[in-house]
């Protein structure tokens, strides 16, 4: 069992940025490739970015193309999502997910629980 815990969340004005970070809790996230997705109010949840577990190779969905990024950093088991130029629809729950690079958040076997990313027009 792998339990993810997201961090760096929060409050920012339209065109700032964040960093999204999740690390495993009692578990080494090497070998899992990983995944990041949002959920908005009323909304379903939807992909935002996929990294395979080497890092070696990366998708963005085209909303976020150019202004996110998603890295790891294997020697301390950690996953990250560096989101710039932020926009008011960039606005909700964020999740990191491990276990596949699929776009399916279905096909995800672990999940964080989320942090909150709000953007203030």
Not at 21 to 39: H, I, K, N, V
Not at 57 to 77: E, L, M, W
Not at 103 to 109: A, C, D, E, H, T
Request: hydrophobic residues 30%; glycine residues 12%.
């Amino acid at each position: 069992q792998v339990q993810l815990v997201e961090s760096g969340g929060g409050l920012v004005q339209a065109g700032g940025s964040l960093r999204l970070s999740c690390a495993p809790s009692g578990r080494t996230l090497l070998r899992y490739d990983m995944g990041w997705f949002r959920q908005a109010p009323g909304k379903e949840r939807e992909f935002v970015a996929v990294i395979t577990w080497s890092g070696g190779s990366t998708k963005h969905a085209d909303s976020v193309k150019g202004r996110f990024t998603i890295s790891r950093d294997n020697a301390k088991n950690t996953l990250f999502l560096q989101m710039n130029s932020l926009k008011p629809e960039d606005t909700a729950v964020y999740y990191c997910a491990a276990g596949t690079t699929s776009y399916i958040s279905g096909y995800y076997n672990y999940w964080g629980q989320g942090t909150q990313v709000t953007v203030s027009s």
